[in-house]
């Protein structure tokens, strides 16, 4: 049985907190360890799973993420968040989105 190697590639993420994460760069091959490399130069957490990335090279630049990934991925932001130490903000933002959008709700709930 032959075994073949999966080709090398990374995709990055972006997330700003008001809509879902987007592609922001992807590549393969020589693409991808430039990637990886500006990753650990700007001190972004790099997170490695095969089979994420799999789905994720599917998408084009700019595309955001499937409703499919959401959990996954908040996931992944909520430890790379807790690792760079932003954590506290991060989630202080998220909060007063989601009271923000209760409050909104609760005065409309037929928008």
Known sequence: MTVKKLPRFAIALEYDGKVAPKVSARGHD???LQILRL???SGVPIHQDSELALVLDQLDLGDQIPEALYVVIAEIL???YRLS???KSFMDDIESASDADHDRFEQDPNP
Do not use: M
């Open 78 to 80: 909520c430890f790379a």
């Open 30 to 32: 020589e693409v991808a």
């Open 85 to 87: 130490g932003k954590h």
């Open 39 to 41: 990753a650990q130069e």
